[in-house]
């Protein structure tokens, strides 16, 4: 039996994964993280700046692009050091991956299941309601066990 390398990723980032969204984590500070610790910590932005090697207009820019989201990572990494801080960057899915790849199957499996049940009806074929949702959810399984990336392939 082949290995299924692919489902163990998928748990082992979905568990760490649960932890980032089970932290309670403040939001940004609207003036951004880097003039919040700079201004806690009791630090001009001029000595931010001569931290950084760059003129204080420069710290003043890198402030507000944190705020208004047009930062770079290398940027607030290399203030982040000048900070003695650490960045750390994460993507917290708003439910497991699991869920998101089964919550994708359903919707898929609907829309083609939609497709065929009305095609049925039309030609006065229809069949019950369970044994539609029974061939949904059978599909939904399916299309769970093919190739992940044909969850997402848009149609033409």
Known sequence: MKP????????QLDAT????????LP?????????AIREALGMTATQLARRLSVVTSTVTRLETSEA???ISLATL??????????????LVPRQSLADTLATRANQLARERMAGVAH??????????????????????????????????????
Do not use: H, I
């Open 4 to 11: 299924n390398f692919s489902e163990l990723k998928l748990r």
């Open 17 to 24: 994964l649960a932890r980032w969204r089970a932290a309670e």
């Open 27 to 35: 939001a940004r500070p609207p003036s951004g993280w880097l003039k």
């Open 68 to 70: 208004d989201d047009n």
């Open 77 to 90: 990494r290399r203030a982040a050091e000048a900070l003695d801080c650490e960045l750390r960057y994460v």
């Open 119 to 156: 095609s049925m009806a039309l030609e006065a074929q229809a069949t019950s309601n369970e044994t539609v949702a029974n061939q949904t959810r059978a599909l939904a399984d399916s299309l769970l066990q093919g190739p992940r990336r044909e969850l997402w392939r848009e149609k033409k």
